[in-house]
């Protein structure tokens, strides 16, 4: 929980206020929510075949960012009253706006991959 007037929160509250990039950031960023987009942006899918596409995230976290994406408006979630009980999610049309960013982003990474040895 962080302190609404702490010189942290400050900071951040202004420059969402003023940079746009700061934003940007803030919805993509993270190691799984460019994969997420870039999936849900091929098709709306059930939770298990998400998964399956992005085998190294644990359920907890998919979960968490799945519902970070939706709480943003970029993923809809549609839960189907059955049993066993069947959900599948799809990018908003808002959401269909990140998939050029995001392709954008790979093609970028990928040129950069050679020429800087990221630490694991």
């Given at each position: 929980m962080k302190k609404e007037s702490s010189t942290n929160t400050l900071n951040a509250?202004?420059?969402?206020?003023t940079?746009?990039?700061?934003i940007a950031l803030r919805i993509l960023g993270g190691r799984w929510k460019p994969g997420i987009i870039w999936h849900l942006g091929h098709s709306r899918m059930r939770y298990s075949?998400?998964?399956?596409?992005?085998?190294?995230?644990s359920e907890r976290?998919?979960?968490?960012q799945l519902k970070?994406?939706?709480?943003?408006?970029?993923?809809?979630?549609?839960a189907f009253p059955e049993v066993?009980?069947?959900?599948?999610?799809?990018?908003?049309?808002e959401g269909k706006t990140l998939i050029p960013i995001v392709q954008?982003?790979?093609?970028?990474?990928?040129g950069q991959r050679e020429k800087i040895?990221?630490?694991v």
């Open positions: 509250q202004e420059l969402y206020e940079c746009g990039m700061a075949q998400l998964k399956a596409l992005i085998p190294n995230i976290m998919l979960v968490q970070e994406l939706e709480k943003y408006g970029f993923v809809e979630r549609f066993p009980p069947r959900v599948e999610y799809a990018l908003t049309d954008s982003l790979n093609e970028w990474g990928n040895k990221l630490p």
